[in-house]
C-alpha cells in the first residue's frame, strides 16, 4: 500500500476540532453538546448580506469565475464604504480578496518568509498560524505573554532576546485569538520600532477588529507612522459580519511587491467565492446599529463567562477586552485529558461542554492547565454551560486542589 507523505502525516490535528468526531458521537447517543470550542457566532447575519446573494443570482446565468483578485465591486466598497471610514487609507489596488483570513494569513506568511526562515509570534496565538508555519518550513520564535498579566505585551527586550538573522516578520492578532487581549496603541507602536529597526514585516491579523470592550478605539498596525512598506493587514468578514461560512478575506499592504507576490498567489488558486464575495458586498450596507447591538451583547456574554469562571474554585480567568474568547487557567492534570473526559465520561443532567485545551496556542512547552472557552452562544445558554463546566470541574478524577 502507498506511503502518504512524511509532511501529511506530520501536520497537527485542529486543536479546535479534533474532538469533533467524539462530540457529534455524544450527540449521535442522544447528548446535549455545548459548544464552546470554536468561534462560531449564533448571531444573525445581515439581511443586506443575504439579500444581496439572491438578488445577485437572480441577475446571473451561472456561477462563473471572478478576478483572481475578487470582484472590482467588492475591493471599491470596502477600499470606501469600510477602511476609509475607519481611518485606514488605501487605494483598490492595495487590497486583495482572498478565501477568507486563513488564506490570507497564510498567504501573508509566504510572502515574508522562504523554508528555514523564522517569524516571531506573540503568544498565545491562533493555532492555525503554527500549522501553516509547519507546512511552510517556518519556524514560529514565541514571545511570551503571561495569563496572570492579563496577556500583556513583554518589554521589546523579549523580541530582541529571539530576533537573528532569519527572522523575516512579527506575527500578531489584535484583538487576539485565543486571548482576547487587545493590543494597546503604544504596544503597536513599540512593536512597529522594533519592525523597522530590524527591517520586517508585521503581519497583523485584525479580524476581531469590531469586537473591542474598551473606550480606547482599535490601533491598526496600517496607521503606524514609517511602517508603509512593511505592514502586512490580515483581515475577513467572517466575523464581523457573521459570515463565517461565505469564505472571504482580504490581504492589504501599501507594499507593491507584497500585493505583486499575493496576486500570484491568487491566480494559483483561481478565485474567491463569487457567492460568499456577493454576500460581503451586500454586508458593507450593515447599518452601526446593527454592530452596536452585536457588540452589547458579546459584553453580556463575556461577563457571564468571565464572572462565572472567576467563582470556581482554582479557577482563574483574566478578562478579555476584544474578541469573543476567554483564555482560563483551571486546575487539572491535563487540559487536553479533561476535555475529551468531558465528551466521553462525564454528563450532568444528559449534557455536557466542549472546550478547547489552550496548549496549541503555545510554543511554550509546558502549559497544560488552560483552555480556551468562545462566548459564542447566547446568555441563558452560557449560564448552563457555565453550571455543567463547574460541576465536571468538581468530579474531574485529575483536578489538582
Not at 518568509?113 to 518550513?137: C, H, K, Q, R, S
Not at 530582541?160 to 482576547?180: D, F, M, Q, W, Y
Not at 454528563?347 to 472557552?373: C, E, W
Amino acid at each position: 500500500m502507498p506511503k502518504i507523505s512524511n509532511k501529511s502525516a506530520s501536520m497537527p490535528s485542529s486543536a479546535i476540532r479534533k474532538l469533533v468526531p467524539v462530540s457529534d458521537a455524544a450527540e449521535a447517543a442522544g447528548v446535549k453538546v455545548y459548544h464552546l470550542n470554536v468561534g462560531a457566532p449564533d448571531i444573525k447575519s445581515p439581511k443586506c448580506a443575504l439579500d444581496a446573494v439572491v438578488d445577485k443570482c437572480r441577475e446571473s446565468v451561472n456561477v462563473s469565475y471572478t478576478n483572481s483578485a475578487g470582484l472590482i465591486e467588492l475591493r471599491r466598497g470596502m477600499v470606501e464604504k469600510y477602511y476609509r471610514k475607519i481611518g485606514i487609507d488605501i487605494d483598490v489596488s492595495e487590497i486583495l480578496i482572498d478565501v477568507a483570513g486563513s488564506e490570507a494569513f497564510s498567504v501573508a506568511m509566504q510572502i515574508a518568509a522562504d523554508a528555514g526562515d523564522e517569524i516571531i509570534v506573540v503568544e498565545p496565538f491562533y493555532t492555525n498560524y503554527n500549522t501553516f508555519a509547519m507546512l511552510y518550513g517556518i519556524t514560529l520564535k514565541a514571545v511570551h505573554t503571561d495569563i496572570r498579566e492579563g496577556f500583556a505585551l513583554k518589554s521589546i527586550d523579549e523580541f530582541e532576546k529571539v530576533v537573528t538573522p532569519r527572522t523575516r516578520a512579527v506575527l500578531i492578532s489584535n484583538p487576539c485569538n485565543p486571548s482576547g487581549k487587545l493590543f494597546t496603541k503604544e504596544e503597536m507602536l513599540a512593536l512597529g520600532e522594533f519592525c523597522l529597526r530590524h527591517d520586517l514585516f508585521l503581519i497583523s491579523d485584525e479580524v476581531y477588529r469590531e469586537f473591542c470592550y474598551t473606550d480606547e478605539p482599535h490601533f491598526s498596525a496600517m496607521n503606524i507612522p514609517g511602517m508603509e512598506q512593511n505592514v502586512i493587514l490580515v483581515d475577513s468578514v467572517s466575523k464581523r459580519y457573521n459570515l463565517c461560512g461565505s469564505r472571504i478575506g482580504c490581504i492589504v499592504s501599501h507594499n507593491k511587491d507584497v500585493m505583486a507576490a499575493a496576486l500570484k498567489f491568487a491566480q494559483s488558486r483561481l478565485c474567491p467565492p463569487r457567492l460568499g464575495q456577493y454576500a460581503a458586498l451586500g454586508a458593507l450596507d450593515t447599518p452601526q446599529s446593527y454592530f452596536d447591538e452585536v457588540k452589547a451583547e458579546y459584553i453580556r456574554r463575556r461577563d457571564c463567562v468571565t464572572e462565572a469562571l472567576n467563582k470556581m474554585p482554582g479557577v482563574f480567568a483574566p478578562v478579555p477586552y476584544g474578541a469573543f474568547y476567554v483564555v482560563a487557567e483551571i486546575p487539572v492534570d491535563d487540559a487536553g485529558k479533561f476535555a475529551a473526559w468531558l465528551l466521553t465520561d462525564f454528563r450532568m443532567d444528559n449534557s455536557t461542554v466542549m472546550i478547547t485545551p489552550a496548549t496549541s496556542f503555545y510554543g511554550t512547552k509546558g502549559i497544560t492547565n488552560q483552555i480556551r472557552l468562545a462566548y459564542v452562544l447566547e446568555v441563558p445558554e452560557l449560564q448552563k454551560a457555565m453550571k455543567i463546566f463547574a460541576e465536571a470541574l468538581r468530579q474531574y478524577p485529575g483536578r489538582t486542589i
